[in-house]
């Protein structure tokens, strides 16, 4: 199948009339209630590779110039104009008359070609009322594209591929045992695969572990390290050994960096991305997409400001190219021997944002506190439920005769935390729900005075500054019918207030539901 195919039959399904693909910008569709943009751009080097897949035989093609011809798709004419410029090129994909399918516009199209862009969205989103102020309601994830002509080479790599030809984030590998992926939440085994030896999951895995890695692994029987298939995806792999001998998760880390609306970020959160110090932390337990976050708030500031970014990681995630600001990524082990002495040395590197991957030890939380403090925006992660409780934690680090002078620094250099979890989401896919805490002086002064345990009051009163509470966000979910009753109960941490506000919102039907 030609790449022109993949965008040809998303668009007949969703009911495009019509694309235009622009070297190094976002693709353009055509709908009959208007045009919508995707999330990626184009590289001129896929689109020039796109027509001459097509071209056909005796046409000229004209590479700085234009061209028009008639590529037949599925027995139906497409007119392909090529407006072609010293490296930038315009192509214009119009179907005939007849030729797009009938059915309404929907949400814009994901396409198989890695030429072509992921899922267009609105340009805009509806304003989230005083109410609930969680977000429009998301769209509904796009559809899932095929890897079918991706040619790679180990066993491991195919099994990657159907992980994500399945919509999963999470490929579960365990001597003795039937492959196993996470789709939306759920661990389901795949059919049709054998289970490894203990023997030949070792030697598949080593083809693709770095030297170093298997060295750690038969020193440590652990060891992490990223994966790339080229063109396709990224994965964090956690390499260790159990009862039963060698054992791996993959987690698939796209190439794409998704949008703040696609993930349903608050206007508020993306308001302390213009901070120019201070500390920002993104919590949740393992696989609520912090990651998936943070990526997004840094590729924000990457196209809105004009700064020196520093990321410090285990592994490097997701990649982030120079846009407006200049981006150094630095993986633990490969370029630096931990996160603290990384984060040291930043503050001799000139950088205006440090994101810290995690905030594993004691000297690494004092020395990020210590960066935002002197006039850094710093973000950082740490596993903890509510934003609340976040403070309790980073307090609890340190030693009691400490414990009075961090607090005091957290008071003020502490800027805002969000809190999320995923939910699986109404017909498949998943959905954050958010807690954000921005400090105002009265949170402030909560900390200082060791009265955290009423900054909860602090965030139900302050829905004007943009905070919210988990429930808040979770009972916007269920309202806007993305998240059934049932799953946002049993991700709440306050369940008898969460249930009692679905109630007084109208909720009875869902609750009984």
């Known amino acids: 199948m030609a790449q022109i195919d993949a965008l040809l039959q998303s668009m007949e399904k969703f009911g495009a009339q019509g694309a235009l693909l622009s070297s190094g910008e976002k693709v353009q569709l055509v709908f009959p209630t208007g045009k919508r943009f995707a999330s990626q751009t184009t590289p001129h080097a896929s689109l020039v590779k796109l027509v001459e897949e097509i071209v056909p035989a005796g046409t000229t093609l004209n590479r700085n110039g234009g061209t028009t011809f008639v590529y037949p798709h599925n027995g139906s004419p497409v007119t392909i104009r090529v407006d072609a410029g010293l490296g930038s090129w315009k192509v214009s994909i119009e179907p005939r008359p007849g030729d797009a399918a009938a059915a309404p516009a929907g949400p814009a199209p994901s396409t198989a070609s890695t030429s072509a862009a992921a899922s267009p969205q609105p340009t805009t989103s509806a304003p989230a009322s005083a109410a609930a102020p969680a977000a429009a309601p998301l769209p509904p994830p796009p559809p899932r594209p095929s890897y079918k002509n991706v040619q790679v080479e180990s066993a491991i790599e195919r099994l990657l591929l159907k992980l994500l030809e399945v919509g999963a984030s999470d490929l579960h590998l365990s001597s003795g045992a039937v492959p196993a992926v996470r789709v939306h939440g759920s661990i389901q085994a795949l059919d049709g695969y054998p289970p490894f030896t203990e023997d030949e999951l070792l030697a598949r895995l080593y083809e693709i572990t770095p030297p170093r890695n298997r060295e750690e692994y038969e020193r440590r029987n652990d060891t992490d390290f990223a994966h790339a298939i080229p063109g396709v995806s990224r994965f964090r792999v956690n390499l260790f050994r159990d009862r039963h001998g060698p054992a791996a998760v993959f987690r698939a880390i796209p190439y794409e960096i998704r949008s703040p609306e696609e993930i349903g970020l608050p206007p508020s959160v993306l308001e302390l991305c213009n901070l120019t110090k201070g500390l920002v932390l993104v919590t949740g337990p393992t696989g609520s997409g912090k990651s998936t ?17 520093i990321t410090i990681e285990d592994p490097i995630e997701f990649v982030h190219e120079n846009k407006q600001c200049l981006v150094n990524q630095r993986e633990v082990h490969s370029h630096t021997d931990s996160f603290k002495d990384a984060l040291r040395a930043a503050l001799r590197e000139d950088p205006d944002i440090v994101l810290v991957g995690e905030m594993r030890d004691l000297e690494t939380i004092a020395i990020a506190v210590e960066t935002a403090e002197t006039g850094h925006l710093v973000f950082g992660t740490l596993h903890t439920t509510t934003a609340p409780s976040t403070v309790d934690r980073i307090v609890d680090q340190f030693p009691a005769d400490r414990q009075e002078q961090i607090r005091t620094m957290l008071a003020s250099s502490l800027s805002g935390v969000i809190s999320q979890t995923l939910c699986k989401r109404i017909g498949g896919g998943r959905a954050a729900a958010y807690e954000i805490l921005i400090c105002n002086a009265a949170v402030s002064n909560l900390i200082r005075e060791k009265k955290v345990f009423q900054i909860y009051s602090i965030m139900q009163t302050g829905k004007q500054q ?18 059934d009753f049932k799953e946002a109960y049993a991700k709440a941490v306050n369940k008898t207030e969460f249930a009692a506000q679905v109630t007084r919102d109208g909720g009875k039907a869902a609750i009984e539901g």
Request: hydrophobic fraction near 45%.
């Open 293 to 309: 976050t943070l990526a997004t708030l840094i590729d924000h500031i990457n196209k809105n400001r004009t700064d020196h970014i």
């Open 466 to 483: 943009g905070m919210m509470t988990l429930n808040d966000s979770l009972l916007t979910l269920v309202k806007n019918k993305v998240v």
